[in-house]
Structures are given as C-alpha cells and as structure tokens.
C-alpha cells in the first residue's frame, strides 16, 4: 500500500489570497486560498463562480464548422429527411445518442440511432452503422462522441451518397475526415472559447445552433441538460468554466424533473436524486448505464434514457442493475489476475509502465481494471485481451504523463488508437505485444521525473477546526459541483487527538469511524470523521489514543444526513503521525 507524498497546492501569486479576502469581506484565508487555486482571483471571478448564469454559455457559432452543421440539420428539419444519430457505448456516447434523438424527434424527424458492438464493431464511427444509415434510408448521420480521426470512414459514408456530421471532443490527428461539419473544439483551427466539453456537450451546442437557425430560442434545448450532465460526470471532463455552468444546470433539472429512465436507474442505485451531485452520478449512475456497453448492448442505455413510460423504465433499469453486477463479479477475478501478471512484470526488471495481456479477459471491464492497477501500482497501465487474433484493450496514465502521446511514439506497433492524456483505446497484433511493452516503457521513462513515481495527495490549505463555522461552510458549499478542476477542496489538520474509540464500520469493515478534536483558545473543537476505505489506518489511531500521541490528517468536509438530523463530517482522505 502506497505511502503519499503530502503536497500542498502552489499559489503563484500569494498576494491575490490576501487582497481576494479583503475584496470578500475578511474571506477565511483557508477559502481565499481555494478559490485562487481555481483561477478566482477578483470580486468580479467570485461573482461568476458562485452565481453562475446560463447567460454566460458560450456562442454556439463560435465552434469552427458549427454554422455548416446547423444549416445542415435544419435542412433535415424542413425537409423532413431521415436521419441516423452514431454515437458510442459509453455514458458520453449514449447519453449524447439520448440527447440528439429527443431533439431531432421532437422535431417530427424519423429518426434512428446506432450504437456500436464494443466487440463486434470495435469502437468509433464504423461502416456497420454507415450501412444501417443507407440501409433505412437515411440523409444525414450525425456521429456524437466519435468520428474525428474517421477519415476513411467519413469518405465510405460519402461513396454511399450520405452527408456526415461529426461532433467529438477526442484529440484530433493531422487529418480531419471530410465532412459537412466537423465539431470539436480540440480541432486546432477551432477558435471556441472553451475546449473540454463533453461528447453530449458538443451535442448541445448543436442543438442550440440549429434551434437559432430555425429561428426558435436556443434556450429550448435546456431541458436536456440533465443528460450533458451525466456526460460530464462519468467522462471525467474538468467541471470548470462552461462545464460546471452546464454541470450545475443539469444538476437541479435531475433533482426536480428528472425523466423516467433516470429516476428508475436511480432507484436502482439506492440514489436519491433530489440530493444528486457529480459524485454519485460517477458512483451510482455512471456504472449502470456503463454496464450495457461493457457486457451487452448499449442501445438500451439509450433506450432507457429516451423511454417516456415509467413501466418499460423500471424493466430496463433492473436489467442493467443484473448487468452492472455482472461486470462487478468479473471485474473482481480480472483484477486479480492483472495484478498477479503485474507482480511478475515488476518482479523481473524496474518497469516504469505495465502492459498486461490475457487472452480470455472481458474486453468490456479492462478499462475498469487498467485503473484499479494503476491505483494500486502507480503506473502507466494498459490492459490487454485477444479479440478475432488481435490484441486490443485500454491504458491508463498517471497525473503529468500522456498517455496518448506516449502511444503516438509507439504508432508504429499498432494497429490503432486513440484517446486522452489520462485514458486511451488501442488495438496491435498480438505478436508486437512484448515489443510494445519494452517501447512503453522507455517512452514513459524518458518523460517520467523521480518525483512522478511517488504518488501525491495534494490539498488546498491548512485549516484549524474552529474557523469551520457557519459561513466557512455556507462559502464552501457554494464551490460545488466538484469534478476535475475543481475539486472538492482538501484542507490539512495538525496537532490533531482522538476523540473517544475509533472503529471499522461497512459490509466489510473497510471504512473508519472516529472523532477528532483540537485545542482552541476558546476550547476543544471536536468533529466526527469518515474514512471511506482507510481501515489500514486504525492502528495509528489506537496508538495516538493509548499514548497520547497527535496525529494530521487530510480532509474534506461536508454534510451527513442520518434519521433527519443534518450535521457537518470530515472525511478523511490519509492520515499519518504529527512527526512522519
């Protein structure tokens, strides 16, 4: 089990910290400290951040080729042309799929979507859905969350007399597909203000372009942001700028309007969605609707977002509840392979990267496992199965290393990839495995520091417990919703004594329980604390209660509800010894 690096996060420029507390009525500096952190550093960036507004989306038309695409979707709508939405088998992708399909039918458009086989059709735009568009007819295929390094797919859709849209937010390559549009902001011609949104954000905003171009008001797609927030939840898209505006929107229409398909899968998932943050879709939903893609057919994902009737609802969302467990139960066995594979790779020789190969594992939960062993090992992961006698799976990376530019020098040994800085897919002939895993790993060595080897908690500022008052926790609440960018804020207690007996708590006892308190001039402060998979700390615990000992602690703060009575909690993110 790792020991961290405890880092506090660097301010540039100290001075703001101070003079943003002044512009804040004497601000907290812990608080000041954590909204310079994430980019707030005036009275007019607070005001933004904590009063965000619909009103400050970005122009749709700003996204190069967004007037092409519009004008071409709008043409379907007045001309009443067949269209097929291509979208993908992840929560992005069916959730983008959900989104285009309600807007384009309630446009009285006949409208279809297709959603790949992970291990029939592979991913991405393919010629499976391209035929199925010609097939039923089609004119248009709009691709979501797909599509822009398809180049000779876009030109098989051309030899088959369709218009393509694409509209991703995947890293491009040298060559853009030719297109009728092709929306992604990543595009390095692409002059739109904010570039990571989501597959289903993209989406959206071309919803809100074709609905300007038909002359309707572009606010009439809002009540689909429901769906744009779930994508940005599980896709792990930063939740700043137009994201956590998007993020924060969607949020209250899941709480108050949620659609039929999403309250059963809540249901489900034991989620109450009146209380629904970032964290539990990650947690509740995201896994679910996941789940299908994984282990079976995605589209009934889509179905299940799309369906109007409560009844077929709460079929499909105990379907894929048996799916989800399912892939829970393979998960399990494939992790303990892949870290018993991982141990003997490590054993032989100091390897900066894993790159693991089982024939027989799912290729639909090696994503899953990939970062359960880099978790575990702190390396650059990629998980390997066979399918039709190639070998094809996913790679994670860790905070500082791309991993998708660390597999562009290795293009030679594969077939084909593509992805993210922290996650990618890949595919490469089973016999240029061992070449590919010595390449890896002098590519990753080349760009990895000493220091990228030791795994870091990072957290915002110290904090006292007696300035965690009414108005530090009124302020702090206000920076949700959290996701990457702006993280739930972490704040370091020292000095710290136990308060009371401190215990194992869950199924399976791997959660802690105790109460901490601190001297203040004005007396003890005390605050239970939750320690959600740190039981290996409860030695450390009895040891500074028996002697006496301080101990500091990393954590978060935030409400616990139990029998009606809502009352303030640390969570504990590590622990260690007041001298370690």
Known sequence: MHTYRWELCHVDRPERVAALQTALNDLPEALARCLVLRGIDS????????????????????????????????????????????????????????????????????????????????YGLGRAGIDAAAEQGAALIIALDCGITATEEADYARARGLDLIICDHHTAHDALPRAVAVLDPKRPDCAYPFKELSGCGVGFKLVQATLTTLGRDPDEAMDLLDLVAVSIASDIVPVVGENRLLMQEGLRRLAERPRPGLRALAQQAGLDLAAVSTERIVFGLGPRINAAGRLGDAAEAVELLLTDDPARADELAKKLEAINEQRRRIDLQTRDEAIEQAKRHLSGRMRHALVLHKADWHQGVIGIVASRVLERYHRPTVMLCTVDGAAKGSARSIDGLNIFEALQSCADLLTRFGGHAHAAGLTLPVENISAFRDRLDDVVEAAMTPDMLIPTKSYDAGLHLADIDGRFWAVLRQFAPHGPGNLTPVFRGTNLQVAGEPRLVGTDQRHLRFAVRQSSPDGDVCLPVIGFDLHRHLPLLQQSRRQGRPFEMLFSINENTWRGRTTLQLQARDLRPADA
């Not at 700003?62 to 097929?84: G, S, Y």
């Open 43 to 122: 009275l007019e960036a607070a005001r933004r951040f904590f009063r965000p507004a619909l009103k400050h989306l970005h122009d749709p038309f700003l996204m190069q080729d967004m007037t092409a695409a519009a004008e071409r979707v709008a043409r379907a709508v007045r001309r009443r042309e067949r269209v097929l939405v291509y979208g993908d088998y992840d929560v992005d992708g069916t959730s983008a799929t959900a989104l285009m399909t309600t807007f384009l039918r309630r446009q009285g458009l006949d409208v279809d979507y297709f959603i790949p086989n992970r291990f029939t059709d592979g």
